[in-house]
T-cell receptor
Framework: EAQVTQNPRYLITVTGKKLTVTCSQN?????MSWYRQDPGLGLRQIYY???????DKGDVPEGYKVSRKEKRNFPLILESPSPNQTSLYFC????????????FGQGTRLTVV | SQKIEQNSEALNIQEGKTATLTCNYT??????LQWYRQDPGRGPVFLLL?????KEKRKERLKVTFDTTLKQSLFHITASQPADSATYLC???????????FGKGTSLLVTP
């Protein structure tokens, strides 16, 4: 079954404690991206990757890091989380960024206290 | 700056009627426009994609139009059902960009 898998689904952490949200896809997609979704602000892109070792900033990259060492995995790293990073996070993958459908993970609800 | 606007107010309609949702954009030349459905707490699910040289696309009870002159897309659900109740997102991408940019979504409620 084609899918994008994120882990964990829920996470409560404290300010400053480094964390990683994993994302894996089984469709051999080249393009992967991370979004955060906040009430009233919609889905905003954090980072994207066109292929292995190729990543770039989206609209709201501050406070986040990513890596793309393998095609299937695209982890999101928060080196020093802050309360304003409390949000619902989605990973997505597609063959290309616009002219093919994007597959989304089930989401990670992060709370930073 | 680029803007993608969807009705922020929820759309309430009766079962069986046609729901029409609007997506307007400014400062944008999208090559592709997509519509997604999102249920509470879940990831968006792809519905339809339309290209800039296409005027209309259909899939079962869904129809999307794309007017690059008006800078607008309309998304129609015919014979709506309570199970269609969800938030619907439009997303745009340009030929030169690497992002899929989303509108904030419109909530649809279909009542029996």
């Amino acid at each position: 079954e084609a899918q994008v898998t994120q882990n964990p689904r829920y996470l409560i952490t404290v300010t400053g404690k480094k964390l990683t949200v994993t994302c894996s896809q089984n469709m051999n997609h080249e393009y992967m991206s991370w979004y955060r979704q906040d009430p009233g602000l919609g889905l905003r892109q954090i980072y994207y990757s066109m292929n292995v070792e190729v990543t770039d900033k989206g609209d709201v990259p501050e406070g986040y890091k990513v890596s793309r060492k393998e095609k299937r995995n695209f982890p999101l790293i928060l080196e020093s989380p802050s309360p304003n990073q409390t949000s619902l996070y989605f990973c997505a993958s597609s063959l290309a960024p616009g002219d093919t459908e994007a597959f989304f993970g089930q989401g990670t609800r992060l709370t930073v206290v | 700056s680029q803007k993608i606007e969807q009705n922020s107010e929820a759309l309430n309609i009766q079962e069986g009627k046609t729901a029409t949702l609007t997506c307007n954009y400014t400062n944008y030349s999208p090559a592709y426009l997509q519509w997604y459905r999102q249920d509470p707490g879940r990831g968006p699910v792809f519905l339809l994609l339309i290209r800039e040289n296409e005027k209309e696309k259909r899939k079962e009870r869904l129809k999307v139009t794309f007017d690059t002159t008006l800078k607008q897309s309309l998304f129609h659900i015919t014979a709506s059902q309570p199970a269609d109740s969800a938030t619907y997102l439009c997303a745009l991408s340009s030929n030169s960009g690497y992002a899929l940019n989303f509108g904030k979504g419109t909530s649809l409620l279909v009542t029996p």
